[in-house]
């Protein structure tokens, strides 16, 4: 007898289409016969100096106890945590990454009866999140690439449980100052669970540089999320944590998984929290290299979105993926971003600088190849 196993799944999963990462460079070697070594990835937002010396040191030396299970509590890595950003240990939760801890907490407040606020060109995880617990999504439309907290605010219903806010945003690199933030949750009710996403923080350093951990005391339904993934270069060893009330923290760590976070990733996160100088290195790589591909796009003629992130989203014109097929053509991997309702342009990851030339030289060359326009 032959079974339909997807109308097995729950309906919110049936539904769902698997998230779509960046192409990994050895997929496009082998779809095109292209040798890995000339191509370059500038398509996941990593970090292109490769990961700390610190964290790699780290990491060697865990590998010897690979026969042992993890800290489940990650005792080492919160205490450098709670040392570095001047809160409780009791405060923190350890995700596997921070896409983790995004379900985590959906799971712990949301069922198929709530609601779960988010804006519209924001991560993609929230409305998957949402929709595999078989809540109702509540897409709100974007203002100049951003979110409108306003219009998010407004949204709130009696149904709603939970609010997602990617501060900065990706995939438009868009960012709220701390004013604007702590204005929005005066208004959200203190039942309404609400999370600033900012596993980008690192990048921005202006004049209103938001700080969601200054809120937590003001705030007790805010969880504050953040990686090692970004500015830190462990992408592949998947460290999230949040911050939030040590009663927020409580239920999290009913859901968390035992031993989420492995030996290894717990060393070399701890370690590099000690990197300061691999720190500055990446924002100045990331600064100088997002005004690099600015110029090069105004040269260009083409509009972007400014970006406080290690990315930045280039309107390419009406043949997006005509441009985004050209350049995997010529050994340069970028993210068609569609599927968040943004069919003219490309992702582009800010990468050292001979990579984000190799990639202008590569848009050019495309920009030519399929014409531009509508």
């Not at 799971?107 to 060109?121: K, M």
């Amino acid at each position: 007898m032959s079974i339909d196993y997807q109308s097995l799944a729950v309906r919110g999963v049936q539904a769902l289409s698997p998230y779509q990462p960046g192409k990994p460079i050895d997929e496009l070697a082998r779809e095109l016969g292209l040798d890995p070594a000339d191509i370059i990835k500038l398509a996941s937002n990593e970090n292109p100096l490769g990961p700390s010396e610190k964290a790699l040191a780290a990491a060697r030396e865990a590998l010897s106890e690979l026969c042992m299970y993890p800290d489940g509590n990650g005792f080492n890595l919160k205490s450098a945590l709670a040392r570095r950003f001047d809160v409780d240990m009791a405060q923190i939760t350890l995700g596997n990454g921070s896409n983790d801890l995004l379900e985590i907490i959906a799971r712990c407040f949301v069922d198929s009866d709530s609601e779960v606020v988010f804006s519209q060109y924001a991560f993609a995880v929230y409305p998957i999140v949402t929709q595999a617990i078989g809540a109702k999504g509540v897409s709100v439309p974007a203002k100049d690439w951003g979110h409108d907290l306003d219009a998010m605010a407004e949204a709130v219903t009696d149904r709603t449980r939970l609010i997602f806010i990617a501060n900065p945003n990706n995939p438009t690199g868009t960012v709220h100052g701390q004013e604007a933030i702590e204005s929005f949750l005066d208004r959200i009710p203190a039942n309404i669970i609400v999370v600033l996403d900012e596993a980008y923080c690192e990048f921005f350093e202006g004049e209103d540089t938001p700080d969601g951990l200054k809120l937590l005391s003001r705030y007790p339904n805010l969880i504050v999320c953040r990686t090692f993934s970004k500015a830190w270069g462990l992408a592949a060893l998947r460290v999230g944590y949040s911050f939030s009330s040590p009663e927020i923290a409580d239920v999290l760590n009913r859901v968390r998984q035992p031993f989420n976070v492995d030996s290894i990733a717990l060393a070399a996160a701890t370690a590099v929290l000690g990197d300061e100088d691999y720190l500055r290195r990446s924002r100045e790589v990331n600064a100088a290299g997002l005004k690099q591909l600015e110029r090069a796009f105004e040269e260009l003629g083409l509009d972007y979105i400014p970006s406080v992130g290690n990315f930045i989203a280039v309107d390419v014109g009406g043949q997006a993926m005509a441009v985004y097929q050209s350049l995997l053509e010529q050994g340069v991997i970028v993210r068609p971003v569609a599927g968040y309702g943004m069919p003219r342009h490309l992702r582009v990851s800010i990468g050292l600088p001979d990579e984000n030339e190799t990639f202008i030289k590569a848009l050019a060359k495309a920009l030519e190849a399929v014409g531009q326009g509508d």
